[in-house]
């Protein structure tokens, strides 16, 4: 893909782009070489430069290309400001020409053109990502932030495809990461690439408001372990689905769980009173949509079979909840025997879709878990993934470069006893090559 990114003198930054994001967030030294590169009469000499990386992360075989949309709204704005200006002369030597601030005051990216892969695709080493060829000072100025939109943007796409990999495109995938992340900016990026990745949603409300993702969320334990016992429950009372006189749901839930236990082969009593007046609480201001965390004490005994007879409640009223999130635990085991009893009370009861609810699992999930969880065949509908996810913890940066590959039509190259260091020399033409199967 080719971009030419002129821009009109009168253009202002779109608001979609970060704030951040901005000439001055670059390394000082790629000011001092334009500063240099002027003072040498080069500012107008043609350059070509490529932005690739040398190693698939992970140790893997693939990268997807991640990033390019913030890189074309970078250098279609890329302008300094007043303020840029001031706070340069304040930090660059007071050798520095005054023409020189003059200069950078009106540079423009008018005369530089993006050559580009599709953002999304999956790439391999040392192939350019980006070409980024222009005048030699502007496309200098350009390097680092390019390669911070490209590095965390690819990395993060392509570890979020690999846990899609491993999970499989049944299970429903969420990221879940923001307060693990490196920071604001670190969080809105990864639930971004995530769900360019294969992720198909995010806990993450701003990314959400910003990027259209879907976003989901049930409750934390702390909703949980806030009521202690059933009379905390103010409002026992739920209107049918299909209208009619409001039911008290409490009294109805307490009779469900007596009947359950029997199911469950385990005593009401062994329940926490508090836990169910919290799912009470959750359905009632939910109940098209009821989904409660069942590891806050015991899952079986407790957790488990006070969701049952609050759903089976919902179910008395017209409603349908939506099923369970498990946070701590074998995962494997405990949504099995959330699934058996799903099943049994599907059949004992004759209501159908009680087989199917969700089962969602999180607990600081990685991509080994999510394989061993398949080969101990759990029975899993989703999984929330956050820290390993968000971090990238198996390889915490991708490793692009930038390299001047030409200068007015003459190659250039990088030489280095590292033999993965040493730079292809000259513009680039690339092609994929298929085979007869498409492959």
């Known amino acids: 893909m080719e971009v030419a990114v002129a821009r009109d003198a009168g253009d202002q930054p779109a608001s979609s782009q970060n704030w951040v994001v901005q000439p001055l967030l670059t390394d000082l030294y790629q000011i001092t070489m334009a500063y240099a590169y002027w003072k040498s009469g080069k500012t107008k000499e043609h350059s070509v430069f490529n932005l690739f990386f040398r190693k698939n992360p992970f140790h893997g075989e693939f990268t997807i290309f991640a990033g390019l949309e913030e890189c074309l709204k970078f250098v279609k704005n890329f302008r300094y400001s007043d303020t840029d200006i001031s706070y340069l002369r304040s930090v660059l ?216 007879a609050v759903a089976l409640t919902l179910n008395d009223l017209g409603y349908r909840a939506l099923g369970i999130r498990i946070d701590s635990g074998d995962l494997a085991y405990l949504s099995r025997t959330a699934r058996d009893m799903f099943e049994k009370i599907s059949q004992q009861f004759d209501i159908p879709w009680f087989a199917s609810m969700t089962i969602v699992a999180s607990n600081d999930i990685n991509e080994e878990t999510i394989i061993s969880l398949n080969e101990q065949e759990h029975s899993i509908n989703c999984f929330g993934i956050g820290t390993h996810l968000v971090t990238c913890q198996r390889q915490p940066a991708l490793g692009c470069v930038y390299k001047l590959v030409e200068i007015n039509g003459k190659p250039r190259m990088k030489l280095s006893q590292e033999v993965e260091k040493v730079s292809i020399p000259g513009r680039s033409a690339c092609y994929r090559l298929f085979g007869k199967d498409g492959t």
């Not at 702390?222 to 209107?239: D, G, I, P």
């Not at 508090?274 to 407790?302: C, H, K, Q, W």
Request: hydrophobic share 45%; with cysteine; aromatic share 10%.
């Open 93 to 308: 030597p007071a050798s520095v020409e005054p023409e020189f601030f003059d200069y950078l005051r009106h540079l423009t990216t008018e005369d530089v053109v993006l050559h580009a892969v599709d953002e999304g695709e999956v790439v391999f080493p040392r192939v350019p990502l980006l070409i980024v060829e222009g005048p030699l000072v502007v496309c200098q100025l350009l390097e680092t932030t390019l390669l911070t939109l490209v590095n965390f943007a690819s990395l993060m796409a392509t570890n979020a495809a690999r846990y899609r990999m491993a999970a499989g495109k049944d299970i429903r995938l969420l990221e879940f990461g923001l307060r693990r992340s490196q920071g604001p900016d670190g969080g809105l990026s990864a639930s971004k690439y995530a769900y360019m990745g294969g992720f198909d949603g995010t806990s993450n409300v701003l990314a959400g408001k910003l990027f259209n993702i879907p976003v989901n969320g049930t409750h934390a334990h702390a909703y949980v372990t806030s009521f202690s016992e059933l009379e905390e429950l103010q409002n026992k009372r739920l209107v049918p689905r299909d209208g009619g006189e409001p039911v008290d749901v409490l009294e109805r839930a307490l009779a469900w769980r007596e009947k359950l236990a029997l199911v469950f082969n385990v005593l009401p009593e062994e329940a926490s009173a508090g836990e169910l007046a919290a799912f009470l609480s959750f359905a009632m201001a939910y109940p098209n949509g009821f989904l409660a965390l069942i590891d806050t004490y015991e899952v079986y005994r407790s957790g488990l079979l006070n969701f049952c």
